[in-house]
């Protein structure tokens, strides 16, 4: 046996994260929602959808509910359609996912007082709405609140965030390489992953040529698309970064939605 052979068999195995995928549906038309759920489904991904509004491609997310949890997507800002208080809010999202137990919250509008008043009246006991992109590590974790204990998962990648980062990382395969454990929550939104954005120009372009975004064609994201893509060199990253988490997560068992990871992290000694 060559000495090379012996440093091989003798170095310790990279550690891996543990890589997942959510999507905040933020309003995407249904052929948009359609195209990253038929990905997904290919693929045995599971993934955690946060919800906005009632569609037929959302109520046909139900029919893989051994690969798809549906979660909250509140909105709290003034102006909201969800409602103009907290309780007309949570009585929307009640509406479209009754059972869900995981929130993300719409522009990541926190705090302690709103967390604890969701955990107090509401079945929602999982938080996602806390974005740590690129921190290493990362881990589920436990707000203790008058209310109860709210278990909250942090985020480390977000397609939008990336197109106003001055490092974005787009080869997602190539960063979960680097021997680092721990936590690598992904989240997309459908309409980026549609419009393979790379920055918010075709997502803007988008908005100024359709009455409705839910409403938007696959030739109205096409013509928005074409126009960003004048503008810009190489390949645009989301839909790239979108298949390449999702082949990587499905050669490792198909991965968790944000319940099968508090659950894992809670059966550990």
């Known amino acids: 046996m060559t000495a090379e052979m012996h440093k091989t068999m003798g170095a310790p195995a990279r550690a891996e994260p543990q890589v997942a995928i959510t999507l905040d549906v933020d309003w995407a038309p249904d052929f948009a929602i359609e195209l990253a759920a038929a990905a997904l489904v290919q693929a045995n991904v599971r993934a955690t959808w946060f919800l906005t509004h009632d569609s037929p491609a959302v109520q046909r997310l139900r029919d893989h509910a051994s690969l798809f949890e549906l979660g909250w997507h509140p909105n709290f800002f003034p102006g909201s359609t969800h409602g103009a ?34 955990r107090g009246g509401t079945d929602i006991r999982i938080d996602a709405s806390l974005l740590l992109r690129g921190h290493p590590h990362l881990a589920v974790h436990d707000l203790p609140l008058t209310s109860g204990c709210m278990q ?56 100024e040529h359709v009455a409705s975004l839910a409403h938007a064609s696959a030739a109205d994201v096409a013509a928005a698309q074409a126009t960003d893509r004048l503008s810009h060199n190489g390949p645009v990253g989301t839909a790239r970064a979108f298949g390449e988490a999702i082949g990587w997560i499905a050669a490792r068992g198909g991965g968790h939605t944000m319940s099968q990871l508090v659950a894992q992290r809670e059966s550990q000694p």
């Open 85 to 118: 208080t907290e309780e007309e809010v949570f009585a929307h999202c009640r509406q479209l996912a009754p059972d869900a137990r995981v929130v993300r919250t719409h522009g990541l509008l926190q705090s302690t007082r709103l967390l604890d008043r969701m």
């Open 152 to 207: 909250r998962v942090p985020f480390w990648w977000e397609d939008d965030i990336e197109m106003s980062a001055a490092d974005p990382v787009w080869a997602l395969a190539n960063s979960f390489a680097d021997g680092v454990p721990g936590l690598r929550v992904l989240n997309f939104h459908p309409i980026h992953i549609a419009l393979d954005s790379q920055s918010p120009a075709p997502y803007e372009t988008l908005k």
